[in-house]
């Protein structure tokens, strides 16, 4: 089987491939556990810049009352080796990709001289078709797309679409999941876009983060208070 190279370049194509975004939407420690727990680890290490008290407590306190929370060591994500880390299991390969280039979830460093001899010897033997080689640093790496994350499809199920009413128009200029909309006066059926968003021809993953989206765009505290009357019913 030929050497996956798990950059940047890689990921887009899975996502091109799978008619998703280019990264995941949930790359954010309010958004996912798993992204949360690497991104703390990497701080906690030294890795990293450290995360402020404050918002770490936080947020672990968030997710640990979070039905999605790892129940068991061997499902959360970890980093071993002692003073120098050389293992990272159970990554989020959005946080993976961010510090080590590489979109993965386990990535275990080459851990001496022998090992480094042995990973010369592989690539010597079987050199990478394209130049890219990750075996140079690692001793195993596994690439990972967020779209095969555990946790992606269940993030997606969190909130819940189905009942919304959004009735009125709205003139100007406004932001919605970082998509800047413009028109002189926009005439918005919520009904309307959810049946487009059903009828459109992307996997059902993809409709599921476009109603995500919106869900959360009305739910915003900041949006509820300038469109108040209205929103109509938001509910699951």
């Not at 918005?188 to 049946?195: M, N, R, V």
Request: net charge neutral.
């Amino acid at each position: 089987m030929p050497l996956i190279y798990p950059d940047l370049a890689w990921y887009s194509s899975q996502s091109k491939r799978k008619r998703l975004p280019g990264r995941c939407p949930h790359a954010s420690i309010h958004r996912c556990p798993r992204y949360f727990e690497s991104t703390a680890l990497l701080s906690d290490a030294g890795i990293t810049t450290r995360m402020s008290k404050e918002l770490y407590g936080a947020t672990l306190a968030k997710w640990r009352a979070h039905e999605l929370a790892s129940v068991t060591t061997e499902t959360e994500a970890s980093i071993s080796g002692g003073k120098n880390p050389s293992c990272y299991s159970n990554f989020c390969p959005e946080v993976a990709y961010d510090t080590f280039r590489l979109f993965s979830s386990t990535l275990i460093r080459i851990g001496d001289d022998i090992d480094r001899q042995l990973a010369e010897q592989l690539i010597a033997e079987n050199p990478a078709s394209e130049g890219k080689d990750w075996r140079w640093l690692w001793s195993y790496v596994e690439p990972l797309h967020f779209s095969d994350c555990p946790l992606y499809a269940k993030l997606h199920q969190e909130k819940s679409v189905s009942n919304i009413t959004f009735n009125g128009s709205v003139t100007g200029n406004i932001n919605v999941a970082g998509y800047s909309i413009t028109a002189q006066t926009m005439s918005l059926s919520l009904a309307d876009i959810l049946t487009k968003i059903e009828a459109s021809n992307v996997e059902a993953p993809e409709k599921e983060a476009a109603k995500s989206k919106l869900a959360e765009f009305l739910a915003h505290p900041v949006v509820a208070a300038i469109i108040g009357g209205l929103a109509g019913k938001i509910g699951g």
